[in-house]
């Protein structure tokens, strides 16, 4: 909403500059993004002192005259203007300053005598046509204080976000009356001119009756709960007054001529649009406010032939669509320079209709942002009166008999109860039922006789957002100003709720990444995807874009993409975020990952090698079995996998990760990428209980990690020996692994691959693998004989179950 | 040795074996560390050769006394003196070219928490103190929580200030943490104070200060008794604490689901209140939105509105870390370069 801070100041006389009134809106009504002063060409002019004033020596019409324009020096001028005084104030144009019409100051002789700068008249700073002489200013400002700070020149627009739920808002009577109840100022609605016509009383009707000749049948009261019309005869369509087109002007909007510029004035004072209809292109005479017909269409205003739904209202005269209700006129009936008679529309349209009809049509006006949000039901005949008494004073014409008010279910007034304990329960601070009537009538609020205990409260026509008690506490508090209300921290109680147990697994897995070295992102599901196996989003923003992962690395490929076209080669990204699958349902299954992405070098470059080893599948190995331990999970399993999967993660026979090749549209010298991908946690989106009902403290059955076990360090020594065995390439070495570890009993303490050689020795189809076992009896020193009798055991059986013997030395 | 007489002669000896100790174990000297060592071994104060063999002076005849402790001031100052210069040679030289000790050490990569990561664990660390937990909720919810029981009136212009991506009918990608609070009120009972970290979304095209997706913290109290003073003041000591001691504003806005609503400013990082470009010349910068919860929110989970009041407040961290950070281009944090993570090692 654009406001015109001349046009406020109009309405109530307060003090305050725009920022100030910036201030006082922001804090009690709403936010002003910004203030615009309109007239930036004066910026550069100042308040100047005039010291002395002489007569000039070779003329005799001309001043010399020393200027204080705060620069610390007095500055010779040249000034032609008969009443120039020594004492008084002007405004002043120093050399290198603009003037509104393009002309730019030098320093030039007149006459001999050096003019530094000029003195100006109103019409020099475009503020009028007087150019009898300079404008005298009538300020304390000190010389060289910005001439727009000390003379009311130009209107400044204020930008006010206005909220849904404030509609009123969105007019300068609105706004107005929140200036004037915060600073208990009186408000009135002055008009730059007198208002004499008068409009006899409407005729109200249930759903038709006649105004001025023309017939107006309502037969949509869903669509168009109130419609009230006049006809003006005789008027003569011209240019509007300066002061209407400023004021236009200055709220951002554009004059096209007197009578469609009133129907703008009062939309911007009283915040209901209208339309004018010229009378003599509607068939009929008639108007019908109704649906519109299947396979209707109008041409609107703005040119554009618009097919309508048989949802949408529309303004029809006896034959055709003539205007989408709340939201356009047609080009047919539009006023044009030719229009001597025309219809005046004042109407209230149903919010969610034209909210339903704006949709539709891709089509939005000020006039459908203000149905949409509200329009005041009850102000409809000031309003018609008020625009039809303009309409007479700047477009001549008369009045053609009672205005029509086809009204056929008025709005009974909203009373909500307000209870004065509730107020100091909510607030937090007392507030006595005196200074709540006192807040709350300043804005238009009315009270039946009450106690004092509880307050009836009539809620003013304008405040569609006030329904139940809340919203009343809500005025209390804004009027009062939420400055007013202390920063005490008082006393509370804790939270019981507690943690949600994937929050601390979130934070172990991100720890334990970090510390190895790698870098977090946070970024975006979207995935190009496919119908198959991808949950589609309805209304994407981009195709490539239209589906949500399944993997997070999926997203991490991209990331490592990106890195690669910046010629970052050595990438170690890892990101914990939610996957999405189709499960058959409208609801996808919804589980959060971890996923890690490593290419490159294993470490940055040191002088003490030629190049730090690249990241390889030992590597991305590590980094899942590290994120299973920092998950606490000792039962999962990495299983080797086919193609680019290199292991996956099985727990329980079930699938929860995998380690794999990425393959990436990577440049030739692109290191290998490995990525690493683990489920944390299914995401439960159920509902927690029905609308309206709680369920309180079922456990949750999602994971916690386990808690860590101490283990006694050992006081007894170890025995460590090394075997190198003879494995056929097609024997996992898990396997051997396992047989190692049933053989040699409880006293194996670890189990440890130190070699793997092939070559020289190894018969084709082996490979000799070293393992180094180490026992130890937690209670005594183990003898040599054991170990060896362990040893013996452990080939025995090692020969007997894989046919692998001990590699000969 | 015995606690015995002891003669000169062996007393001698002793000192030229220990002078003689001296040559062999300077080859073992490459850094002062080294160096330190052989020092302690001589001259140590508990056990060093010097100390214990002047323990013998006391049982020499009284006769050879002087000439055994002229001689072991001799020795031993031989030894300080070769120790003092082995020390100078040490620190002014490297101890060979090979071992250019300017050169670069050998690092890992550092990793690094996401920087929206490091503003929501630093938020989370004060509202712990004040007594919240985390919460959680899914990414894909139903509109009943999404919109309804926050309520969001139907095709409501309130609407407008949520641009939606939807999967089905009814099933939409969550516009805000805010159902988390419906659903931690429906899971359990007052007294509940709980932030809700998580990703939202809006069908905002992606520029240089929107994103499609995007990080909000939610922060919600709910107990009886609890009034806008408990509201405001929390806020604000919550602004202390994270942005050092400033000035807060409460404006009033609104919300379907507080009542009464705010936004907090806080006093511009840039400029300190005075006004600048940053904050528009109004000293303020807006830090997040909030107010009392609505009645009917807490109504819509079951729960007796006469009985519990509360507050909530949602902000973006994503937006606090780039006025921290300087961060000119929201789209920086999605890009994900390297180079940029990198910056954020803690």
């Given at each position: 909403m654009n406001a015109s801070y001349a046009w406020l100041k109009s309405f109530v006389p307060f003090p305050h500059s725009p920022a100030e009134l910036r201030d006082l809106l922001t804090a009690r009504a709403a936010t002003v993004d910004d203030v615009v002063p309109l007239r930036a060409d004066l910026e550069t002019i100042v308040v100047g002192l005039v010291v002395e004033a002489a007569a000039h020596p070779d003329s005799d019409h001309l001043h010399v005259t020393k200027v204080d324009a705060g620069t610390g020096e007095l500055l010779d001028v040249v000034c032609g203007a008969p009443n120039v005084r020594a004492g008084s104030k002007y405004p002043f144009a120093g050399v290198g300053t603009t003037l509104p019409g393009g002309l730019t100051l030098e320093r030039r002789k007149i006459r001999g005598q050096w003019s530094n700068g000029m003195l100006c008249s109103a019409r020099e700073l475009q503020l009028g046509d007087e150019h009898d002489g300079i404008l005298e200013l009538d300020t304390d400002a000190a010389p060289g204080t910005p001439f727009l700070h000390a003379y009311p020149a130009g209107d400044t627009r204020l930008v006010i976000d206005v909220l849904?739920?404030?509609?009123?808002?969105?007019s300068h009577v609105g706004v107005a009356r929140e200036i004037a109840a915060a600073t208990r100022l009186p408000m009135s609605r002055e008009l730059p001119v007198a208002l004499t016509a008068s409009v006899p009383a409407a005729v109200r009707v249930a759903a038709r009756g006649t105004t001025g000749g023309v017939s107006v049948r309502l037969d949509d009261a869903a669509g168009c709960p109130r419609y009230m019309g006049v006809v003006i005869r005789g008027v003569r369509v011209a240019p509007s007054p300066a002061w209407l087109t400023d004021r236009l002007v200055a709220v951002g909007s554009r004059a096209i001529n007197n009578i469609v510029d009133v129907t703008n004035y009062v939309m911007h004072e009283s915040g209901q649009p209208m339309h004018a209809f010229d009378v003599a292109k509607l068939a009929g005479p008639a108007l019908v406010i109704r649906r519109a017909r299947d396979g209707e269409t109008i041409v609107t205003l703005d040119g554009v032939s618009r097919a309508l739904r048989t949802d949408t209202t529309v303004i029809a005269d006896a034959e055709h669509a003539q205007a989408i209700a709340g939201v356009m006129g047609g080009s047919t009936s539009e006023v044009s320079d030719a229009t001597t008679d025309l219809l005046l529309e004042v109407a209230h349209f149903d919010p969610a209709s034209v909210r339903r009809a704006r949709v539709a049509l891709g089509l939005a006006t000020d006039a459908s942002y203000r149905f949409e949000r509200y329009v005041d039901i009850e102000n409809a005949a000031h309003v018609l009166e008020r625009t039809a008494q303009l309409i007479v004073a700047l477009a001549g014409g008369r009045i053609d008999g009672e205005p029509v008010d086809v009204y056929p279910d008025p709005r009974a007034p909203r009373h909500v109860p307000l209870r004065v304990a509730r107020v100091e329960r909510l607030l937090g601070v007392a507030v006595a039922a005196r200074d709540i009537k006192e807040l709350l009538t300043a804005v238009g609020f009315a009270f039946a006789a009450g106690d004092g205990v509880a307050l009836e409260v009539t809620v003013p026509a304008w405040r569609s957002d006030v329904i139940g008690e809340i919203d009343l506490i809500e005025e209390v508090a804004r009027l009062r100003g939420y400055e007013s209300f202390p920063d005490d921290l008082r006393p509370f109680r804790v939270g019981t709720s507690p943690d949600a147990p994937r929050a601390s697994l979130e934070r172990a897995v991100r720890t334990r990444l970090v510390a190895a070295g790698l870098l977090e992102t946070r970024s975006m599901p979207f995935v190009a995807g496919a119908d198959e196996g991808f949950v589609r989003v309805a209304?994407?923003?981009?195709a490539n874009e239209g589906y949500l992962r399944r993997e997070v690395l999926d997203t991490l490929a991209r990331r490592a993409e990106y890195n690669l076209a910046r010629m970052q080669r050595n990438v170690r990204l890892f990101e914990i975020g939610a996957t999405f699958a189709p499960s058959g349902s409208a609801m996808p299954v919804e589980e959060v990952h971890v996923a890690a992405l490593v290419m490159g070098a294993r470490r940055p470059p040191h002088f003490t090698e030629q190049s730090p080893p690249a990241f390889d599948a030992w590597d991305a190995k590590a980094l899942a079995e590290e994120l299973l331990d920092a998950m606490r999970i000792a039962d999962a399993s990495l299983v080797p996998g086919d193609g680019d999967v290199l292991w996956n993660v099985r727990r329980a026979g079930e699938h929860i990760g995998g380690v794999s090749r990425v393959t990436l549209d990577a440049p030739v010298w692109a290191a290998p990428a490995f990525g690493i991908e683990i489920r944390l946690a299914a995401v439960d989106s159920s509902p927690v209980a029905p609308a309206g009902a709680h369920a309180p403290a079922a456990t949750s059955a999602a994971p916690t990690r386990a808690a860590i076990a101490y283990r006694a360090l050992p006081t007894t020594p170890s025995s460590e020996i090394d075997v190198a065995l003879l494995v056929?390439?097609?024997?996992p070495a898990a396997m051997v692994e396992e047989t190692i570890r049933a053989a040699a009993g409880g006293l194996l303490e670890s189990l440890v691959v130190v070699d793997e050689y092939h070559g020289d020795g190894v018969p084709a189809g082996f490979r000799s693998i070293a393992w180094r076992l180490t026992f130890r009896d937690p209670a005594r020193t183990l003898q040599s004989k054991e170990i060896a009798g362990r040893r013996e055991k452990i080939l025995r059986t090692l020969e007997k179950e894989h046919n692998v013997r001990q590699r000969s030395s | 040795m015995t606690d015995s007489v002891v003669s000169l002669q062996e007393f001698l000896d002793e000192l030229r074996l220990i002078e003689n100790e001296l040559p062999s174990m300077l080859e073992t000297v490459h850094e002062t560390i080294d160096l330190d060592r052989v020092h302690v071994h001589f001259l140590g104060r508990q056990s060093g050769r010097f100390r214990l063999v002047s323990a013998w002076l006391g049982r020499l005849p009284q006769a050879d006394k002087p000439r055994a402790g002229a001689e072991l001031n001799r020795v031993k100052s031989a030894v300080e003196s070769v120790l003092a210069s082995k020390s100078g040679e040490l620190a002014t030289a490297p101890a060979s070219a090979r071992d250019d000790l300017t050169l670069p050490a050998r690092h890992r990569w550092l990793g690094a928490k996401h920087p929206v990561t490091i503003v929501l664990e630093e938020i989370e660390a004060i509202f712990r103190e004040l007594g919240f937990t985390v919460a959680l909720g899914p990414e894909v919810e139903r509109e009943w929580y999404n919109f309804g029981a926050l309520n969001f009136p139907p095709n409501h212009p309130a609407m407008d200030l949520h641009d939606t991506l939807y999967l089905e009918d009814d099933v939409l990608l969550r516009t805000h943490t805010s159902p988390v609070q419906v659903r931690t009120l429906q899971a359990h009972t007052p007294p509940i104070r709980i932030l809700a970290p998580g990703n939202v979304y809006r069908r905002d095209f992606f520029d240089a200060s929107h994103a499609p997706m995007f990080t909000q913290l939610e922060g919600l109290a709910v107990d009886e008794g609890i009034t806008f003073v408990d509201f405001k003041a929390t806020l604000a000591h919550f602004a202390d604490r994270f942005f050092g001691r400033t000035k807060t504003r409460f404006r009033p806005s609104y919300f379907p689901f507080t009542e009464p609503s705010a936004e907090m400013d806080v006093e511009c990082r840039n400029c300190g209140g005075a006004g600048c470009v940053v904050c528009k010349s109004t000293g303020w910068m807006e830090i997040m939105g909030c107010g009392m919860v609505h009645p009917s929110v807490i109504e819509a989970a079951g729960h007796d509105s006469e009985r519990y009041t509360g507050w909530a407040f949602g902000m973006g961290p994503g937006r606090v870390a780039m006025l921290r950070y300087g961060?000119?281009?929201?789209r920086i944090l999605y890009d994900s370069d390297v180079r940029f993570l990198e910056q954020f090692a803690e």
């Open positions: 849904p739920n404030r509609p009123d808002l969105l209304n994407p923003l981009a056929p390439s097609n024997l | 961060i000119p281009d929201i």
